[in-house]
Nanobody, 118 residues
Framework: VQLQASGGGLVQAGGSLRVSCAAS????????MAWFRQAPGKEREFIAR????????YYTDSVKGRFTISRDNGKNMVYLQMNSLKPEDTAVYYC????????????WGQGTLVTVSS
C-alpha cells in the first residue's frame, strides 16, 4: 500500500485541523489504517486506528474526545480530524497501514507537520 499524507500546518491552541491520507496500490478491505505522530525529541506514538471494512475505531487516551479518525471508501482516503488542539499536539503526523492478520504497521506515508502555537 502506498500512502500520501497531507494537510498539516500551523494552528493556534484550541483550533482545529484535518490531515488526510491517500491510499493506493491495493484493496484496503482487510486493512487497519492508523495515524501515528512523532514530536521533536520523542518516539513515534500511536494515535488512532480504523478497521477499513467495519469502520471500527480505537484511540489512545490522550486524544479521545478531541480527535476523530474516519475513512472514505470511495476515495480511498483516511482522515484525522483534530479539535481542541494543544501545543503538545505539535508533531509530524504519519499515516500507516497493516493487514488485520499481521501485528506490525508496515506501510507508511511520508508525514505531515502539525504545529500548534500557544
Amino acid at each position: 500500500v502506498q500512502l500520501q499524507a497531507s494537510g498539516g500546518g500551523l494552528v493556534q491552541a484550541g483550533g482545529s485541523l484535518r490531515v488526510s491520507c491517500a491510499a493506493s496500490g491495493r484493496t484496503l478491505s482487510t486493512y487497519y489504517m492508523a495515524w501515528f505522530r512523532q514530536a521533536p525529541g520523542k518516539e513515534r506514538e500511536f494515535i488512532a486506528r480504523i478497521r477499513w471494512s467495519t469502520g471500527t475505531t480505537y484511540y489512545t487516551d490522550s486524544v479521545k474526545g478531541r480527535f476523530t479518525i474516519s475513512r472514505d471508501n470511495g476515495k480511498n482516503m483516511v482522515y484525522l480530524q483534530m479539535n481542541s488542539l494543544k501545543p503538545e499536539d505539535t508533531a509530524v503526523y504519519y499515516c500507516a497501514a497493516r493487514d488485520v492478520a499481521t501485528s506490525d504497521f508496515d506501510s507508511w506515508g511520508q508525514g505531515t507537520l502539525v504545529t500548534v502555537s500557544s
